[in-house]
């Protein structure tokens, strides 16, 4: 059987191909008359559009890769993710991107594989969690792909990322235990390898520095972000006789929160005999009791301007490398 075709449709309803065309594909309306007679010999002669085609015709989806290396775990172990994410998804979307997510724990070279063949179909990578070994970011280079760090690189003169002031945001939770009359103040970072860390360290000692202090590394230790890990090392800190902190500032509310189980499993009350500030700004801040004295800086916020420069680097919009810092916000509760 021979396959019907626009032009035997045209001939049978005693129209040109164009007003065929014009009907079955919607982009411009003929008169009420001239429609019917279309639609009836498209019936009558039983015609099937060429999938193919109205495939090709198609434009192919604008799409953003949030890429987000884990040390370890899920998405959901860490609830900065969720908002970071959904910030990012959120003026992705309103400028017609699409976002995928990618996540690569540690060790899993099938996601990394799976990361590098997306550069094959999207517009643009947001990459997270920057380490000292840089194999992802050199692979954007290497293929050509935009990107933005959300995270402060090592070369921030040629470069575009999105950051919260991390060294700023350290000192602030310092400054605010130093001013309550704190000196023995415990701090516990993220690992060492992240370059955050060492952000995050400086804030640590320019506070001490500003208010005449001696750093001690000894009351400084690098920890993952894990509530459990962060208990067990808060049970041996307290078990020690050369640490007699009287506060402690982590990294995030999971950190905290693992802090905060240890005192209350030795009876130490918050904050009258330890006083404990965190970082980030999660839902775990308001969660359980006490609740926690933090500095927020917004990580909704912080992946909503990713994904805006990252949109205004592909549409060459900005062009010269640039950064966008958000600052942290002091949010005082129970645990200070």
């Known amino acids: 059987m021979n396959k019907v075709t626009i032009a035997d449709i045209a001939r049978h309803a005693g129209v040109s191909k164009a007003a065929v065309s014009y009907v079955l594909s919607g982009k411009k309306q003929l008169s009420a008359e001239v429609e019917k007679r279309i639609l009836e010999s498209v019936s009558t002669l039983g015609y099937t559009p060429p999938t193919v085609a ?35 998804m959120e003026y992705a979307a309103s400028q017609g991107y699409h976002t995928m997510l990618t996540r690569i724990t540690e060790g899993d070279e099938t996601a990394k594989e799976l990361f590098y063949r997306s550069f094959d179909f999207v517009n643009g990578v947001i990459l997270c969690n920057l380490q000292r070994e840089n194999l992802l970011e050199q692979a954007l280079v290497d293929h ?11 070369n921030i003169d040629t470069q575009f990322y999105v950051d919260a002031d991390i060294e700023g945001i350290a000192y602030q939770a310092m400054v605010h235990l130093l001013k309550k009359g ?35 590394e000894s009351m400084h230790t690098f920890c993952n972000v894990n509530m459990e890990d962060t208990y067990r090392h808060m049970t041996q800190l307290l078990d020690r006789k050369d640490i007699q902190a009287t506060a402690v500032v982590t990294s995030n509310e999971i950190q905290a929160r ?16 330890m006083a404990v500030v965190s970082m980030g700004g999660s839902s775990l801040s308001v969660i359980g009791h006490p609740k926690l004295t933090t500095i927020d800086f917004s990580p909704r916020k912080i992946g909503y301007e990713s994904a805006r420069m990252l949109i205004e680097v592909m549409q060459r919009k900005r062009i010269r490398p640039s950064h966008i810092i958000v600052p942290g916000k002091l949010i005082e509760r129970e645990s200070t």
């Open 144 to 154: 050509g792909v935009p990107y933005v760090v959300n995270g402060t690189p090592e």
């Open 182 to 216: 704190h000196r023995r103040i415990y701090t516990i970072n993220l690992p060492e390898h992240l370059l955050q860390s060492q952000q995050r360290l400086n804030g640590f000692k320019l506070a001490y520095q500003d208010y005449d202090l001696e750093w001690n």
């Open 54 to 88: 109205a495939r090709l015709s198609r434009k192919p989806p604008k799409i953003i890769n949030f890429c987000l290396p884990l040390e370890a775990g899920t998405i959901s172990d860490d609830p900065y993710y969720i908002p970071l994410f959904e910030g990012a």
């Open 258 to 273: 693992g802090v905060i189980k240890a005192l209350q499993e030795r009876q130490i009350q918050i904050p009258q005999q």
